[in-house]
């Protein structure tokens, strides 16, 4: 009688969160990776080529993952906060020493299922972290020095590790993880302003110890046309894709610039450019909607959660998203230097939807625990 009445309340237990899911985000969730499972299946010429069987068994397993990670009690991710991102430092460690090099840039680890790009997982786990160190902290405290110093070592450190790989674009993406939870927290205004201040004072000296590519990088952008065949290529054909696009686009597995192979790389961080070609303005703008309902349910579940720690947790993933969208699609319209940022779900990269579905599925417990307190 009671094996059966513990089986009872753990299947009522299951059905009762099961009924807690946020759905209008769950639907967004598997629409966006439809969409990007189309646009996969167009950069292999409209044939399930390499890509489109890659990413699609990356969708169907991370998305798994984000359902067992839902379910899980929202204490348990704030326990591990300050673990999850040790570990990863230490992964960070492991790659700088052993890890996989390729096209100069040392980013990943060969798991034999996956090569693991930890610089990813960091921009989640400094999320998870910082939200603990803020979690417990009186509003007085802070903006104390201890404070500051601490969650800027937090901050800096594993943006060294990723710097040294060399990866730039990924350390500047962890920094603004991290930096999202410092404005959420509550540090006054006027440390953003001296940051900025000094960055800007220092960009001059920052730009010298910059990459001959990473240089190179920043010239084009200022004037794409200086190597129109060379450096300024790709940022010149993915602003011609986009903008032969038109109102309505060319149609899908229509677009020119991509089947004819004008377009490189189009299947990562160039991702929007081929969409937008066979999808037009009214296609991009699709995209952008299911993206602001993702972000704004990922605040209203903030909104809703009890604990501080899972409201800094929503508030600050939802930022980092919204960042991560918008300097993407910045890039390959040629309004910022073109830097490693993927588009969430839409981009091919396992390592980068590993951690999108996992800070998903954090948001999810949330969302199913939302009246549970931390202490």
Same mark, same amino acid.
């Given at each position: 009688? *009671?094996?059966?009445?513990?089986?009872?309340?753990?299947?009522?237990?299951?059905? !009762?969160? @099961?009924?807690?899911?946020?759905?209008?985000? %769950?639907?967004?969730?598997?629409?966006?990776?439809?969409?990007?499972?189309?646009?996969?299946?167009?950069? /292999?010429?409209?044939?399930?080529?390499?890509?489109?069987?890659?990413?699609?068994?990356? %969708?169907?397993?991370?998305?798994?993952?984000?359902?067992?990670?839902?379910?899980?009690?929202?204490?348990?991710?704030?326990? #591990?906060?300050?673990?999850?991102? %040790?570990?990863?430092?230490?992964? @960070?460690?492991?790659?700088?020493?052993?890890?996989?090099?390729?096209?100069?840039?040392?980013?990943?680890? /060969?798991? *034999?299922?996956?090569?693991?790009?930890?610089?990813?997982?960091?921009? #989640?786990?400094?999320?998870?972290?910082?939200?603990?160190?803020?979690?417990?902290?009186?509003?007085?405290?802070?903006?104390?020095?201890?404070?500051? $110093?601490?969650?800027? #070592?937090?901050?800096?450190?594993?943006?060294?590790?990723? #710097?040294? !790989?060399? /990866?730039?674009?990924?350390?500047?993406?962890?920094?603004?993880?991290?930096?999202?939870? $410092?404005?959420?927290?509550?540090?006054?205004?006027?440390?953003?302003?001296?940051?900025?201040?000094?960055?800007?004072?220092?960009?001059?000296?920052?730009?010298?110890?910059? !990459?001959?590519?990473?240089?190179?990088?920043?010239?084009?952008?200022?004037?794409?046309?200086?190597?129109? $065949?060379?450096?300024? *290529? !790709?940022?010149?054909?993915?602003?011609?894709?986009?903008?032969?696009?038109?109102?309505?686009?060319?149609?899908? @597995?229509?677009?020119?610039?991509? *089947?004819?192979?004008?377009?490189?790389?189009?299947?990562? /961080?160039?991702?929007?450019?081929?969409?937008?070609?066979?999808?037009?303005?009214?296609?991009?703008?699709?995209? @952008?909607?299911?993206?602001?309902?993702?972000?704004?349910?990922?605040?209203?579940?903030?909104?809703?959660?009890?604990?501080?720690?899972?409201?800094?947790?929503?508030?600050?993933?939802?930022?980092?998203?919204?960042?991560?969208?918008?300097?993407?699609?910045?890039?390959?319209?040629?309004?910022?230097?073109?830097?490693?940022?993927?588009?969430?779900?839409?981009?091919?990269?396992?390592?980068?939807?590993?951690?999108?579905?996992?800070?998903?599925?954090?948001?999810?417990?949330?969302?199913?625990?939302?009246?549970?307190?931390?202490?």
């Amino acid at each position: 009688m *009671y094996q059966q009445s513990r089986l009872n309340q753990n299947s009522s237990n299951f059905f !009762q969160k @099961l009924k807690d899911f946020d759905y209008v985000l %769950l639907f967004c969730i598997l629409l966006l990776g439809c969409i990007s499972l189309g646009t996969m299946y167009s950069t /292999d010429g409209g044939e399930i080529l390499f890509h489109t069987k890659s990413h699609f068994v990356k %969708l169907i397993i991370f998305t798994f993952m984000m359902f067992i990670i839902s379910f899980i009690n929202i204490k348990f991710w704030f326990l #591990i906060g300050h673990i999850s991102y %040790l570990i990863v430092i230490g992964l @960070l460690i492991w790659t700088y020493f052993f890890g996989i090099k390729s096209s100069g840039s040392q980013r990943w680890i /060969d798991l *034999y299922f996956i090569n693991l790009q930890p610089s990813e997982l960091m921009k #989640i786990c400094i999320i998870l972290c910082l939200a603990k160190f803020f979690h417990r902290k009186k509003l007085e405290n802070v903006n104390s020095i201890y404070t500051i $110093l601490t969650s800027s #070592i937090i901050i800096l450190l594993p943006m060294g590790l990723v #710097i040294v !790989q060399p /990866d730039l674009g990924t350390s500047v993406l962890i920094a603004i993880s991290g930096i999202a939870v $410092l404005w959420f927290a509550g540090i006054n205004h006027k440390y953003f302003v001296y940051t900025m201040i000094t960055f800007l004072i220092s960009l001059p000296f920052i730009i010298s110890f910059l !990459q001959p590519y990473q240089k190179l990088r920043v010239l084009t952008f200022l004037n794409p046309d200086r190597d129109p $065949l060379g450096a300024g *290529y !790709q940022i010149i054909q993915s602003k011609i894709a986009v903008g032969s696009g038109g109102i309505f686009g060319k149609g899908f @597995l229509k677009g020119t610039q991509s *089947y004819l192979e004008f377009l490189p790389e189009k299947h990562t /961080d160039f991702i929007f450019t081929l969409f937008s070609e066979e999808f037009g303005f009214v296609g991009s703008a699709f995209l @952008l909607l299911i993206y602001a309902v993702i972000i704004f349910r990922i605040i209203a579940i903030g909104l809703s959660s009890r604990s501080y720690f899972a409201k800094l947790f929503c508030y600050s993933f939802g930022a980092a998203i919204f960042v991560y969208i918008t300097i993407n699609m910045s890039m390959v319209l040629g309004l910022l230097p073109i830097v490693g940022s993927p588009l969430p779900i839409m981009s091919y990269g396992g390592s980068s939807m590993l951690a999108t579905m996992a800070g998903f599925g954090i948001v999810m417990s949330a969302k199913i625990h939302r009246q549970q307190s931390i202490a």
